[in-house]
């Protein structure tokens, strides 16, 4: 698919002279959700960091066509290929609206930046609400909504998600994919990495499987959900 927003082909990774990523080839089509799911320690932060620039990596990965081997990790953001790390990464003893204020740092235009503030607090009303409480008091499932709602603050195209339901409480994780569904719904294409096999394939268009630094399966995320190698490993054996 040579329209893909990302392409990566043979992507190499180490940590010293351990080789966490052996060659991962996927692509990320426009407006779609695409999920990396796999087993703890099968390299898909390492991926996402390494796609973000914050690890250095081998392998051809394009970005809008562009190689992403000459853009630096603030050049990724400006063109809207974004991370939202599995630690949320916030400053918890700032408050709510500096920590999204933050996402905009690099932003010039004072009147976009109050937009897209006003239309983060209308995606997440208890961002608004708390809009004054430091960032520290909040929820794991606000602080997912505060990481999320920061990233749209550079206003994304192609948003990575790093284990966004990760110690949530189940209500609170089928909030967290409301919101990753609603995010394709406004045009932002998701590139979502996740242990909880069967919610992200219930939202995704497409997914691959990751093991120990492979792609082991991909395909439509429909087809990966009623797969008997991914049910009987990922999704409970049903
Ligand atoms: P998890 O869900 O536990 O975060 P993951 O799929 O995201 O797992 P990674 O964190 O990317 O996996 O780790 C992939 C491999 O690289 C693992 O074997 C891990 O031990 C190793 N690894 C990760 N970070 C480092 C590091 N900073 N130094 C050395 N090895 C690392």
Redesign the pocket.
Known sequence: MSGALLSVQDLHVN??R?E?LHGVSLEVGAGQIVSVI??????????L?ALAGVLPSRGAARYQGEPLSALSVEERVRRGLVLVP?KRELFGSMTVADNLLLGSYSRRSRSRVKADLDEVYQRFPRLLERRGQLAGTLSGGEQQMLAIGRALMTSPKLLML??PSLGLAPIIVREIFNIVESLRGSGVTVLL?E?NARAALACSDHGYV?E??DVKLSGPAQALAADPAVTSAYLGGE
């Open positions: 940590y010293g351990v966490a796999g087993p703890n320690g099968a390299g898909k932060t390492t991926l960091s599995e790093d284990e990495v242990q990751l120990t630094g």
